[in-house]
């Protein structure tokens, strides 16, 4: 098979894995010999015709599997076209992408051919080659198999800027009945070796006479969960999402929005989950690790899942009014970042600025932050909704909204509870 149509197979076949970022590595360039770097701008984007933004050359080695993991497009049963790269292939294609300017780094995953070793065998060497023998300096991201030898994630670690393992379901019980191959428990075991030996490879403290550690993953580890495979809530996914952050110091949990597949299973679902909810997941994901929301607080409804209608701060707002109006010129900065429309940049903006003068309406002005999302439920130097007797909810928030559908007619709602 010609590499062209291997690229046209492969490439598509990766696609569904979301977790492909670029960022957090350390800085380097070719300015001293070598071939790219990750630095500055270096990373070019592009965009799949489903609208996400890819910056790597994103492929797979193989779609060959033996695992049949029945969400999987790529499973050990599925009709699918087949096909795999050489070594060389991937190296030739990177290096060649690269000199085109078409991309600065690579995201590189596989189907598991043969075993696990086998693979991760083949998934390191390609990165030992871009590394060594063409001194590749650019962006290097490898899948990990957590079944594979542990020496095999050391060395995917020492060449590759970001190595991750995906969890694709939150629990046991899903992994059992859709994916009986894999291991939760495997998969956290994993997680926590990368965690030690990334720990171990920061920089520190220098030592007279003691050479500091090689970086291994300076970009950390990443992970992926399929959102609407199962009937897992909101609130089950986000626990396991915060769960690997608190234990395995993960970077990012990427949230994939279920697509049906062709000769599906039975047991999978018939149609997609809408894409809001995916995003409503990120957006939740973002309130838990730098707004200092539990999850709890976040998916607070009988059915554990978040509003559609509106994005997860504006709902917690909404289920508590008593919480409002918060006053910009006292209150304490968690209680600001718990405002609708305040993001972590305005509120360390806002906080600087009222040590010199009280903040009034204009001062929101100029700091670009919406009025019509954030008077409802603050209070400043010239705003005092709560004086005048009339604060409640905003009423074009209230009541409920549902999720439309591209061929639905009408409207509806949702209750943002």
């Known amino acids: 098979m010609e590499v062209t149509a ?65 969400y999987c497009v790529n499973r050990r049963s599925s009709n699918v076209p087949r096909a795999r790269f050489t070594v060389t292939e991937v190296v030739q294609l990177t290096l060649s992408f690269y000199r085109r300017n078409y991309i600065e780094g690579l995201f590189l995953s596989s189907g598991i051919i043969q075993n696990p070793d086998y693979t991760m065998e083949r998934l390191v060497e390609i990165a030992r080659q871009l590394r060594v023998d063409h001194q590749f300096r650019g962006y290097l991201h490898l899948k990990t198999i957590p079944e594979a030898n542990p020496a095999l994630v050391e060395a995917a670690g ?23 191959e894999k291991s939760l428990r495997n998969i956290e075991d994993a997680m926590l070796r990368i965690k030690a030996r990334v720990s171990a490879g920061k920089p520190g403290r220098r030592h007279p006479g003691r050479a500091l550690p090689p970086a291994f993953a300076p970009a950390g580890q990443s992970t992926q969960m399929v959102v609407g495979a199962t009937p897992a809530s909101d609130a089950v996914i986000l626990k396991r999402a915060s769960h690997l952050y608190r234990t395995c110091d993960l970077r990012r949990v990427y949230y994939s929005a279920f697509s049906p597949i062709p000769d599906a299973s039975a047991r999978l679902p018939l149609s997609p989950p809408p894409l809001i909810r995916e995003h409503r997941l990120y957006q939740a994901d973002w309130l838990f690790r730098f707004y200092g929301f539990a999850v709890e607080e976040l998916t607070a409804n009988p059915a554990g899942n978040l509003a559609l209608a509106v994005d997860p701060k504006m709902a917690w707002a909404l289920r508590n009014p008593g919480w409002f109006p918060v006053n910009l010129n006292t209150a304490p900065r968690d209680r600001l970042l718990r405002v609708p429309g305040l993001g972590v940049r305005n509120v360390n903006r806002l906080v600087q600025a009222r040590r010199w003068h009280r903040v009034r309406t204009v ?54 509870r």
Do not use: M
């Open 158 to 180: 020492h060449w590759a800027d970001r190595i991750s393992i995906n969890v694709e379901l939150p629990e046991q019980s899903d992994l059992d009945r859709l994916a009986p």
């Open 6 to 70: 291997k690229l046209a197979i492969l490439a598509d076949a990766a696609k569904y894995d979301a977790s492909c970022a670029s960022s957090g590595s350390t800085h380097r360039n070719s300015r001293t010999g070598g071939l790219g770097s990750t630095s500055g701008t270096g990373i070019c984007h592009s965009y799949t015709p489903d609208g996400r933004c890819v910056s790597l050359l994103k492929i797979l080695l193989t779609n060959h599997c033996v695992y049949d993991c029945l």
């Open 363 to 416: 001062d929101l002005t100029r700091l670009r932050i919406p009025l019509s999302t954030i008077l409802p439920f603050v209070e400043t130097e010239d705003h005092h909704p709560k004086e005048a007797g009339r604060w409640s909810p905003p009423g074009r928030l209230r009541g409920t909204h549902r999720q439309l559908d591209l061929f639905a007619s009408g409207s509806g709602t949702l209750d943002p």
